[in-house]
Structures are given as C-alpha cells and as structure tokens.
C-alpha cells in the first residue's frame, strides 16, 4: 500500500522510527501513534517510502 497524502507519508515515517526504537513512541501523536500501533514495520516502511512527487499534502476523508 503506498501513502495517499504527503501527511501519510511523514506519519509513517514517524511510526516507523518508533517502532525501530530510533524514536521515543510516546512522542508519537494523532495519525503516527495509531500508526505504530496497529501496523507492521513492513506495511509502515511501504508507507513511508511512497515517493512524494504528485502527492497532495492532505486527502479529505470525504474523498477517501
């Protein structure tokens, strides 16, 4: 699964250091800590390695 928004993908990012142990998860907040908790580290690196050329900065939930 590749990110939607650029949002995504920096959230991803996020949760993907968490879960490295790069990062502290309870500096984790919003989109990044359900993130962490609830995928892999392989979807989260699928996520975070989305190329950013042609992705909107945010996806309205509407248009999801």
Known sequence: MK???R???RAAGAALSAKRG???PAD???ASKE???QMSEAELEDLA???LD???EHVDKAGE
Do not use: C, N, R, Y
Request: proline share 5%; net charge negative; no cysteine.
């Open 3 to 5: 990110a939607v928004s």
């Open 7 to 9: 949002a995504q993908q």
């Open 28 to 30: 984790l907040i919003g």
């Open 22 to 24: 790069e990062t502290k």
């Open 35 to 37: 993130m962490f908790d």
């Open 54 to 56: 042609g992705l909107p």
């Open 49 to 51: 390695s989305t190329s």
